[in-house]
């Protein structure tokens, strides 16, 4: 997921096909103050060329900042600015999804995918690993699967 203030992968004067396509993107503004650099799924990488070819070609509008997802101004769009989008497409779907939601989600997800808590940590930018842990959803059916384990 590309947070609230994450930049597009910046496009090289190659186009992808004949040389380099971006695989991560800068995490300027996280809570912690300290920028760092992600990685992106292919998939993402995809989307975000795609959406740099639209503003080029002026399908799109570019914002000065150069942020993928920015407010109105175009500068740095806040988490609480998020909050209108979502709701739209909560309606939308019937369900509510949060940015809380989302987070939470991938967390279980990376760590249900065998990941260990260290890598996720610093993919999220957790301080420490508690702060990790506190994210992590645990099933009900994992628990179980834990207790059947102990029993043999």
């Known amino acids: 997921m590309v947070a609230a203030g994450a930049k597009a992968p910046r496009r090289r004067k190659k186009a992808p096909a004949e ?13 912690t103050g300290t920028p760092r650099t992600i990685p992106l799924h292919p998939r993402l990488v995809a989307v975000l060329c795609e959406f740099q070819t639209a503003q080029a070609e002026g399908r799109v509008p570019k914002p000065r900042s150069g942020l993928v997802f920015h407010a109105e101004t175009g500068e740095v769009r806040l988490e609480q600015s998020l909050a209108k989008p979502f709701n739209v497409l909560t309606d939308a779907i019937g369900q509510k999804v949060t940015p809380q939601v989302l987070r939470r989600t991938m967390n279980t997800n990376l760590l249900r995918a065998g990941v260990d808590p260290s890598t996720i940590q610093s993919i999220r930018g957790h301080t420490s690993l508690a702060m990790t842990a506190r994210y992590a959803g645990v099933s009900v059916a994992r628990k179980t699967e834990a207790l059947a ?4």
């Open 19 to 31: 040389g380099r396509t971006p695989t991560r993107g800068e995490l300027k503004h996280a809570k």
């Open 149 to 152: 384990a102990l029993l043999g």
